[in-house]
């Protein structure tokens, strides 16, 4: 090293030894300043420097430097008195620090600058405290104690807002400001949180009792919801079981309707069918009397075609009878009064042919009408059983087993010829014959007086007896219109072929038809 610096010149080594020497200089006059501090350069030219470096000519400049650290201040009041004129104590805290800008930090070295640091905070600090603590008593002085109390962060807010004024101007600003506590020597506040205890116990006891009554009437309400939900199930319950019962009597009532129409219907089929196999003998039997019927028709007819064939041939006779007599020309009178029989004879057989005509169009007639009132009868009756009145059914067929009686009776009698009515008189005579002598028969002995000669004693009783009886004949005549003797008499022989008895049966009353007879006479 010596040998390079012998080697240069003289004047290369005073150079560079002053360019060292102003290196020296420079690095001796150069201040750091830390984040937490500002310094003020004085002198030459002022100048603030705060979180860096700068250079500070020794005689011509002084560097002062003022802390920018956060200061914590208790702040306290004993006896503010407040609008009310209590007295009262506060404890509060505060953080207060120099604003970091280049007036704010001239301003606060400008009060606050000491000798040293710390005490230039504990200057700060001091002043802070104090003026906090006068605009804490400011502002307690407008306020009441319920207002301070009430609400401590509106107070804050206000002392924040006055000590800020007052503290910027010096440089300094609030960061924080909290009121810790409230309170007096006079017993204000206690007092006053009695009260509002006592307010807050009996807001709490009348809430605890809204709350019971709440309760009770939730419970109650739910009680009153859970019985109208029992009562509705109860309700829904007892309707449903009714539906059931409803479509229970329902079912069992079709099932009855439906057995009951099921019988009804067999009853009906059973009726059906008896009234079938009725109908059928009934018809059979109408059958069975239509075919008697029929066959007495045509022995009817077979009758009056043999008086037709009598007719002819007694036309036929009195014909002949009349050629003889005109042949023989005897008697022309007598001929003449023959023909004239003859003519009667045939006009006779043609009136007793007609009048049967007339009978049997009468009994045709008859039986139509009887055949109609059993068609009528029948559909009435049907609809009486299908009323379901078997007694009805039972009339209905009484009745028409009376008509077909008295269909039967009037067929009958309307075929009933003189004879034949004659005989039913002769079969009704001992009838009245012993209801004639029926007051005889009580007679327990009759005595006959007999004095003989002509006087007949016995024979009189006889006489009685038969006189009884003409008498008996003649009533019945009146009565009938029937003469009982002319009768007997016109069946006889004689009658027969002499012709000469006149019989009259249009007048015979009774159960009998008209069937007139004509009246004959006897052929001189």
């Known amino acids: 090293m010596p040998e390079v610096f012998s080697s240069l010149p003289v004047g290369i080594i005073g150079i560079i030894i002053a360019i060292i020497l102003i290196v020296a200089i420079i690095l001796s006059m150069w201040k750091k300043i830390p984040q937490d501090k500002a310094a003020v350069v004085t002198g030459l030219k002022k100048r603030v420097i705060t979180g860096g470096g700068g250079i500070v000519i020794p005689l011509f400049e002084r560097m002062d430097t003022i802390s920018l650290e956060s200061m914590k201040l208790d702040v306290k009041t004993n006896g503010a008195m407040t609008s009310q004129g209590v007295p009262i104590n506060t404890d509060g805290v505060a953080v207060i620090k120099v604003r970091n800008d280049r007036n704010s930090i001239l301003a606060a070295i400008e009060q606050f600058n000491a000798a040293k640091e710390a005490q230039t905070v504990q200057t700060i600090s001091d002043v802070s405290r104090e003026v906090l603590e006068g605009k804490l008593r400011e502002i307690i002085s407008k306020l009441t104690v319920e207002e301070i109390y009430n609400d401590r962060e509106s107070f804050g807010s206000k002392v924040h807002e006055v000590a800020g004024t007052d503290l910027a101007e010096m440089g300094l600003e609030i960061k924080t400001l909290t009121i810790k506590d409230i309170s007096d ?262 005595i006959v007086m007999d004095g003989g000669g002509d006087s007949q004693g016995a024979t009189n009783v006889a006489r009685t007896v038969a006189s009884t009886m003409a008498t008996v004949m003649e009533s019945v005549k009146e009565m009938t219109g029937f003469d009982l003797t002319d009768a007997m008499k016109a069946h006889t022989y004689d009658a027969v072929v002499n012709k000469n008895v006149n019989l009259d049966m249009k007048h015979v009353g009774g159960p009998f038809l008209e069937s007139p007879t004509p009246t004959t006479s006897k052929v001189e």
């Open 185 to 446: 020597n006079n017993g204000y506040l206690k007092a006053m949180g009695e009260a509002r205890i006592a307010e807050v116990k009996k807001n709490a006891q009348i809430a605890v009792a809204e709350a019971n009554k709440e309760t009770q009437i939730k419970t109650s309400e739910a009680q009153r919801l859970g019985e109208t939900a029992s009562i509705e199930a109860q309700t829904a319950i007892a309707e449903a079981n009714k539906i059931k019962n409803i479509k229970q009597l329902n079912f069992e009532k079709e099932q009855f309707t439906a057995k009951a129409e099921s019988d009804a219907a067999y009853n009906i089929q059973q009726n059906i069918t008896q009234k079938t196999i009725t109908d059928t003998q009934m018809d059979a039997e109408v059958l069975k009397q239509q075919r008697l019927r029929d066959v007495e028709a045509e022995k009817i007819q077979i009758s009056i075609v043999a008086e037709q064939k009598n007719i002819e041939l007694a036309e036929k006779k009195a014909a002949r009878k009349e050629k003889e007599l005109l042949e023989t020309i005897v008697k022309p009178a007598e001929a003449h009064k023959a023909k004239e029989q003859l003519d009667a004879e045939a006009l006779k057989y043609k009136e007793i042919a007609d009048a049967q005509a007339r009978a049997e169009a009468v009994r045709l007639s008859a039986l139509a009408e009887a055949e109609k009132t059993k068609i009528q009868g029948l559909a009435e009756a049907e609809v009486i059983r299908q009323k379901g009145l078997a007694e009805a059914e039972a009339i209905k067929m009484q009745g028409l087993a009376e008509a077909e009686a008295m269909e039967k009776k009037a067929e009958a009698y309307a075929k009933y010829t003189d004879a034949g009515k004659m005989e039913m008189l002769v079969q009704v005579l001992p009838d009245i014959a012993k209801s004639v002598a029926e007051p005889m028969s009580r007679i327990e002995k009759i």
